[in-house]
């Protein structure tokens, strides 16, 4: 496995502001080390600025992220990208980048500061570059620009890039948003495999079910629920947060909470 020391992920009192606009208030959660949660909530819930926020990208107004006991905001930008790693929604480049090339900057913490001349790869990044290849299944894509890639192979190849920095921390936002079910379920799959202490925002509340160990759940900025799925993706949860009605049940295969929409509430209902 590429990373072995998944790291504890603490969020205290934070709050968010643009302006007059408060995009979080006083969120406080933890993330177990090795788990993956799912972070749920409607459109404009706060769950990007968090995850920014999670990554050291978006230093709070209020509140303090913790690895492992330190604060986040004191570490230098390299150890932090040592420690965390960050999938955003939408990331591309100009450069003439093959995905091999776009998969190796991930190294780029691990190495000097200074530019050397090109070496051979040691021992131990040859392993974790073929773990990563093989992980998200992109070996057939190595060779290829950047540019010619569709957008769920540029999440796949993210997603490599990614896991060569060995975080101890993966935080992904929307990462099944470009692919198609097959590799939906697949990326998933390979998430919750990893070990890796991941959070991940999340719109399916049938993937988060089927994928997640845990989930936290935003509404208009706040936490309003956390835990493990089985405990916090209630019915009364959906209908208080989506204004949907839907009933949740064990799936007769894997039993896990499995989600059966009945149709929209004139109005979310208050727990």
Known sequence: MIVANPV???????????????LLTEVTLGFAPGRTTGLLGPNGAGKTTLLRTLAGLRRPQSGRVLLDGDDLYALTARRRARRVAFME??????????????????????????????????????????????????????DRTWSSLSGGERQRVHLARALVQ???????????????????????ETVRGLGITTVAAL?????????????????????????????????????????????????????RPHIRWNGLLAERIEP
């Not at 504890?8 to 408060?22: H, Q, S, Y």
Request: charged residues 20%; glycine residues 6%; aromatic residues 2%.
């Open 166 to 188: 060995e975080p101890g921390v993966l935080l992904l936002d929307e990462p099944t948003n470009h692919l198609d079910l097959r590799h939906q379920l697949g990326f998933l």
């Open 8 to 22: 504890r992920l603490r969020a205290e009192n934070i709050g968010a502001r643009v302006g007059d606009a408060t």
């Open 89 to 142: 929604q939408q990331a591309d480049t100009a450069l003439p980048l093959t995905a091999r090339q776009v998969i190796d900057l991930g190294r780029t913490p691990h190495r000097g500061r200074w530019p050397v001349l090109p070496g051979p790869a040691s021992t131990h990044e040859q392993s974790v570059l073929a773990e990563a290849v093989a992980a998200t299944d992109v070996d057939a894509l190595l």
């Open 203 to 255: 719109h399916d509340l049938e993937l988060a079910a089927a994928y997640c160990h845990d989930v936290a759940v935003l509404l208009d900025g706040r936490l309003v629920a956390h835990g493990p799925v089985a405990e916090v993706l209630t019915s009364a949860t959906i209908a208080h947060v989506y204004g949907v009605d839907a009933t949740v049940e064990r799936h007769p295969l894997h039993h």
